[in-house]
């Protein structure tokens, strides 16, 4: 990524109008042009030299480290998005978000909400299954909650053999790869993470086929796959997966749908009346 100076430049100067010096914690002072920040205050509360803020606004300083980019944004009061575009603007990937966790945003249960008849999963970015509709649960199983990785679809897909039943065989080394490189897509954008890299040291030392997938470095976040499930009360099901990147990238919405020219439809709707009764395991 290159750092674009002007727009950068330009960025600082406009947060910097934007903010005031009771908003930064700062006396309001007498005779001040502007009720925004001055350049030498935007410095002192990011902690770094007068001079060298001074030639970032003027498009001449040096490419700042994300360090100084969390500084700025820190005493510029800049929202997430902001903060992101910051980065961006310096030729600086932006930190991956630590905010959503296992919050799911009221819009994306709303939407579960209003597809009772296609099975719809809300999973985190690592894998783990936040929420799910009744037709999803019906189709892929209940997802167990008590252990610390129990409702992850990664874990649960290479510790637990019971979790591959319901997939042909011939497929199950295609979901491992499937698997493996969504969730170092995932990784990648958690640098540092100690929830993703506890994950991954997890998988390390209970899957011997996990760590030889891991150490081919594939990466792939998944937007759309076709998958069959082997369902044991309406037989074998072809689905296509779509999934949905919630904005901030760490959610998504996964919609099981029938692909066109199967009697997946008809068998969804046979489920739908079967109910919950039994169904396979998640995965």
């Avoid at 360090?67 to 932006?94: C, I, V």
């Avoid at 299954?129 to 019906?138: F, G, T």
């Avoid at 937007?223 to 919630?246: E, F, K, S, Y």
């Avoid at 919405?253 to 439809?265: C, E, K, Q, Y």
Wanted: charged content about 25%; aromatic content about 4%.
């Amino acid at each position: 990524m290159k750092i674009d100076r002007e727009a950068l430049a330009d960025f600082l100067r406009r947060s910097r109008d934007r903010v005031s010096p009771q908003e930064a914690g700062l006396p309001a002072g007498p005779r001040r042009r502007t009720p925004g920040l001055r350049r030498e205050e935007v410095s002192q509360l990011a902690g770094m030299s007068a001079d060298y803020y001074t030639r970032l606004e003027q498009a001449r300083g040096p490419q700042p480290s994300p360090e100084m980019l969390a500084a700025l944004a820190r005493a510029l009061r800049l929202s997430e998005d902001e903060r992101d575009h910051l980065h961006l603007l310096a030729g600086r990937r932006p930190p991956a978000s630590r905010t959503s966790g296992d919050h799911v945003n009221p819009a994306l249960l709303h939407l579960l909400d209003q597809l009772p008849a296609t099975p719809v999963q809300i999973l985190g970015d690592l894998g783990d299954v936040l929420a799910q509709n009744p037709m999803a649960e019906a189709l892929l199983g209940g997802v167990c909650t008590v252990s610390e990785h129990g409702r992850n679809v990664v874990w649960r897909w290479f510790t637990d053999p019971a979790q591959r039943v319901a997939y042909p065989p011939e497929e199950h080394a295609y979901y491992s790869r499937l698997h493996v490189a969504d969730l170092r897509a995932a990784v990648g954008r958690r640098t540092g993470d100690p929830a993703a890299t506890r994950l991954v040291d997890r998988l390390k030392a209970a899957s011997n086929e996990f760590t030889t997938l891991w150490d081919l470095h594939e990466v792939a976040v998944r937007r759309a796959t076709r998958m069959r499930v082997l369902h044991p009360l309406i037989g074998p099901v072809d689905l296509d997966c779509q999934v949905l990147l919630a904005p901030e990238g760490d959610q998504r919405v996964v919609l099981h749908t029938p692909p066109v020219g199967t009697d997946t439809a008809e068998r969804l709707a046979l489920l739908k009346i079967v109910g919950t009764g039994q169904f396979t395991p998640s995965g």
